[in-house]
């Protein structure tokens, strides 16, 4: 199947508003790189890439498609619900627990949470987060 690419978030959320629906097999979306603070990594060259597929008009949640590639980086979390799609991790809460996240896993962020990732498979998830 051919990559598909999704629509600028304004089209997309005027094309929802209109049809009341978007759907696009995940595999196949094509992801936009994103800057990582090279502070963030801990080891490797991991890069990240991402597609928002909605904003809130105040821009404080978004609902996107995001991918890091094997590596380790740290980062301060946005209250977030996530659904693994591929690869796999682990993710390790600064003062808490470790998660090992593979296809399917459900994940909850709270707002503020310091966190570790490791991953070992590049790893797609499907988000909402929110402040």
Same mark, same amino acid.
């Given at each position: +199947?051919?990559?598909?690419?999704?629509?600028?978030?304004?089209?997309?959320?005027? +094309?929802?508003?209109?049809?009341?629906?978007?759907?696009?097999?995940?595999?196949?979306?094509?992801l936009?790189?994103?800057?990582?603070?090279?502070?963030?990594?801990?080891?490797?060259?991991?890069?990240?890439?991402?597609?928002?597929?909605?904003?809130?008009?105040?821009?404080?949640?978004?609902?996107?498609?995001?991918?890091?590639?094997?590596?380790?980086?740290?980062?301060?979390?946005?209250?977030?619900?996530?659904?693994?799609?591929?690869?796999?991790?682990?993710?390790?809460?600064e003062?808490?627990?470790?998660?090992?996240?593979v296809?399917?896993?459900?994940?909850?962020?709270?707002?503020?949470?310091?966190?570790?990732?490791?991953?070992?498979?590049?790893?797609?998830?499907?988000?909402?987060? +929110?402040?």
């Amino acid at each position: +199947m051919p990559e598909i690419l999704v629509p600028e978030s304004a089209d997309l959320a005027r +094309m929802v508003t209109a049809a009341g629906v978007f759907a696009v097999p995940v595999d196949d979306v094509r992801l936009s790189p994103d800057e990582l603070d090279p502070a963030q990594v801990l080891a490797g060259s991991p890069q990240v890439s991402s597609v928002e597929l909605w904003s809130s008009p105040d821009g404080s949640q978004s609902r996107g498609i995001w991918e890091i590639t094997p590596g380790t980086v740290t980062d301060v979390e946005r209250d977030e619900i996530f659904v693994v799609l591929s690869g796999r991790a682990t993710v390790e809460v600064e003062g808490g627990v470790s998660i090992d996240l593979v296809p399917g896993s459900v994940c909850l962020l709270a707002d503020g949470a310091k966190t570790t990732w490791i991953v070992h498979e590049t790893l797609r998830k499907v988000y909402h987060s +929110m402040p």
